[in-house]
């Protein structure tokens, strides 16, 4: 069974900082492209960052500069760092990854479970 687990969250002040680690587990052949999500209440899930194996990243706009994605493939893991933290940064963020099954040809998407970010002002 495969799964992504999510830490890190908590509660942040105004003008701190995050960092969310996200690990896959079980059995696999190999991890593709990883992600971060956040959902705020009220809110449709939203795009965040993304990051290849080879290490190429891709950011929401208005995102980039104040969160970086990293990932080290000989832990299975992905990394979201924040700085500058605002109150509308407060959401339930989601690793997200395109892992690939043992006896399976095909890529398919996995999701964690989600952990909170909550800013407080």
């Known amino acids: 069974q495969v799964q992504l687990v999510e830490s890190g969250g908590g509660l942040v002040q105004t003008g701190g900082s995050l960092r969310l680690s996200c690990a896959a587990s079980?059995?696999?052949?190999?991890?593709?492209?990883m992600a971060w999500y956040r959902q705020a209440p009220g809110n449709e899930r939203e795009f965040v960052a993304a990051?290849?194996?080879?290490?190429?990243?891709d950011y929401e706009n208005s995102l980039q500069g104040r969160f970086k994605i990293s990932r080290d493939n000989a832990k299975n893991a992905t990394y979201l760092e924040g700085i500058s933290l605002e109150p509308a940064d407060t959401a339930v963020y989601f690793c997200?990854?395109?892992?690939?099954?043992?006896?399976?040809?095909?890529?398919?998407?996995?999701w964690g479970q989600g952990t909170q970010v909550t800013v407080s002002s």
């Open positions: 079980g059995n696999f052949f190999g991890i593709g492209l």
């Open positions: 990051i290849t194996s080879g290490g190429t990243t």
């Open positions: 997200n990854a395109q892992i690939r099954q043992i006896a399976k040809s095909s890529y398919a998407a996995y």
